[in-house]
């Protein structure tokens, strides 16, 4: 290896540090996710928190990024040594934070790593999370111009108010249950619908990080009206998609908010889910993560546009290569049709 490869070496994975702190501060997650080999890991034993495989090291990203009030990292250059295509280092780390539930904080902390080179570039193979010193003293500051919704949206709601949640859903006519997580909903679910149903599910980060989505149209079991809608064309195909869509005999999905005053809250870019979920469906089923309950309708339209937009607008560009927007918006004030509707409201956090 000749003297410039090196100095190309070292700059790229200098880059891949930096690269992770603006995706923690930006709260891409998925960008973050990205830069890890398939098979890497993300280890933080004081946590403790031990992730494999890029889904892993996004979903519990996911998971901690929705408690926080705010977050600030600080990434400084550490050593780096270079072994042909592989390399070791470490990173020095300052951090500031504070949690929904109170937990607060000034940290300074080690990133021991391991990269390797691959056909994207360096990416970590591992990362391993050394607290050095920590100081929970209350902070006295605060995130500017921080607001309600972006507050509600981060902090699982407690046992006490998902009951509240439930109770004034369930006068609204709504049918609800509250879980422990994604593994008894996923359970639920294949409870709730019989095999050989169709099933319309939403595009929803709850659903693809939970794996119902992969249960509902991957599966077998069920005539999945997704994936056959996506193998169709556009355009000769238009009136067929949009009455598929309408009509199925389940719409599974999740929402953007839910009130403590028993509504729920969806919103769309094309609408085209929208109709299944309103009523078109025979049976409905939301799948709601607990970070999700705000106080109002107001709170959970501010929610939608201040908090859930942005990370969608950011999965999407990274998906899709195009913006998001919220050109349709769904509430769900009541279910007129007992029996019709299920709410699942999970006791953790899950999609945004």
Not at 14 to 36: I, N, Q, V, W, Y
Not at 182 to 188: P, Q, Y
Not at 316 to 340: F, I, K, M, T, W
């Amino acid at each position: 290896m000749n003297d410039f490869q090196a100095v190309a070496d070292r700059v790229e994975i200098e880059a891949l540090r930096g690269e992770f702190t603006d995706a923690a501060m930006m709260r891409d997650r998925r960008r973050l996710a990205a830069l890890f080999t398939p098979d890497g890991a993300l280890r933080m034993p004081n946590i403790p928190v031990e992730q494999i495989g890029r889904e892993e090291i996004l979903a519990g990203g996911e998971r901690l990024q929705a408690q926080w009030d705010f977050f600030v990292q600080n990434t400084h250059p550490g050593t780096i040594v270079l072994d042909g295509d592989t390399a070791t280092g470490r990173a020095y780390i300052q951090e500031i934070a504070r949690a929904l539930d109170g937990r607060q904080g000034l940290n300074y902390a080690v990133y021991h790593d391991r990269y390797r080179r691959t056909e994207e570039g360096w990416r970590f193979e591992e990362r391993v999370y050394e607290v050095r010193y920590l100081d929970t003293s209350p902070l006295t500051g605060a995130a500017p111009g921080a607001s309600a919704a972006a507050a509600s949206s981060a902090g699982p709601a407690s046992g006490e108010r998902l009951e509240q949640v439930a109770a004034a859903l369930r006068a609204h006519g709504f049918a609800v249950e509250i879980l422990d997580g994604v593994a008894e909903a996923r359970t639920r679910v294949k409870e709730l619908i019989p095999e050989g149903s169709s099933v319309l599910t939403g595009a929803s980060e709850t659903l693809r990080l939970s794996g119902i989505d992969e249960d509902l149209n991957a599966s077998g079991r069920y005539d999945a009206v997704r994936p056959r809608i996506q193998s169709m064309d556009r355009a000769s195909g238009a009136d067929e998609i949009r009455r598929l869509a309408a009509c199925p005999d389940f719409v599974v999905n999740s929402v953007a908010a839910v009130t403590e005053t028993g509504s729920l809250v969806l919103a769309s870019g094309s609408g085209s889910q929208l109709p299944a979920n309103a009523g078109g469906a025979a049976h409905a089923v939301w799948i709601v993560g607990a970070q999700k309950v705000v106080p109002d309708l107001g709170a959970a339209l501010r929610r939608v546009e201040e908090y859930v937009l942005p990370l969608e607008n950011s999965r999407c560009q990274a998906v899709y290569g195009c913006d998001s927007a919220v050109n349709r918006l769904l509430v769900l004030n009541a279910e007129p049709h007992p029996g019709r509707g299920t709410v699942l409201l999970l006791r953790e956090a899950v999609g945004y």
